[in-house]
């Protein structure tokens, strides 16, 4: 079976400070991960997957097949990163989400 | 280029009634999904479609539920009998689907749907 969890359901922190939204994922194969966001009233987009091994707006995300987790982090926050988060893992086409997490940065 | 567009953007019905959902997908997009998130929850998977193949379905909650695809454009979700548990809303998503796994799916603005 698949499943994503994403434990944190709110998630606040000041602008600055480092970010860390967590997800962990249960799949028997190899897992292709994602990460997607969904700013204040804009449709939820793509922010990265793991297989690129890129940087999205300061945001990076390692694939941790040991721990079965694959946490989205950036060093620095910034106010516009406020926004809705989703993990999310892809097997035979089908995308399983995790429940999200809303990310609030404080001035 | 036009995005996923769905319509109605909200949709507010009362219980026992039938409701038709619309998406249309980008163009040349041969895969299309249908997803469902219920306040505070994650997205839902409901049903996929792919080129001429047979849609899978394993995601559809009841048999109240059903979807159909026009080639390889719009899609229509149809609820029937709505029940208040059936309020939410109702994403699609469509890809290239060039047989890779990882194909980007890119998202319509949702149908917001409240039952009465």
């Known amino acids: 079976a698949q499943r994503v969890t994403q434990p944190e359901k709110l998630l606040s922190v000041f602008k600055g400070a480092p970010v860390e939204l967590k997800c962990n994922y249960s799949?028997?194969?190899?897992?292709?991960l994602f990460w997607y966001v969904q700013y204040s009233r804009q449709r939820l987009q793509l922010l990265l997957r793991?297989?690129s091994r890129e940087s999205i707006k300061g945001f990076t995300a390692d694939l941790n097949k040991g721990e079965t987790s694959f946490h989205l982090k950036k060093p620095f926050a910034q106010e516009e990163d406020s926004a809705m988060y989703y993990c999310?893992?892809?097997?035979?086409?089908?995308?399983?989400f995790g429940q999200g997490t809303r990310l609030t940065i404080n001035p | 280029g036009a995005g996923v567009s769905q319509s109605p953007s909200n949709k507010v019905t009362e219980k026992g009634k039938d409701v038709e959902l619309r998406c249309d997908p980008i163009?040349?997009?041969?895969?299309l999904y249908w997803y469902r998130q219920r306040l505070g929850q994650g997205l839902e998977f409901l049903i996929y479609?792919?080129?001429?193949?047979?849609?899978?379905k394993s995601g559809l909650p009841s048999d109240r539920f059903s979807a159909e695809r026009t080639g390889e454009s719009v899609s229509t979700l149809t609820i029937q009998r709505t029940q208040q548990e059936d309020s939410a809303v109702y994403l699609c998503?469509?890809?290239?689907?060039?047989?890779?796994?990882?194909?980007?799916?890119?998202f319509g603005p949702g149908t917001r749907l409240t039952v009465l």
């Open positions: 998503a469509s890809s290239e689907d060039r047989g890779l796994v990882s194909d980007t799916q890119y």
């Open positions: 163009s040349g997009h041969t895969a």
């Open positions: 479609f792919q080129g001429n193949s047979a849609p899978d």
């Open positions: 793991h297989i």
């Open positions: 799949y028997s194969g190899s897992p292709e």
């Open positions: 999310a893992l892809q097997g035979a086409q089908k995308l399983v």
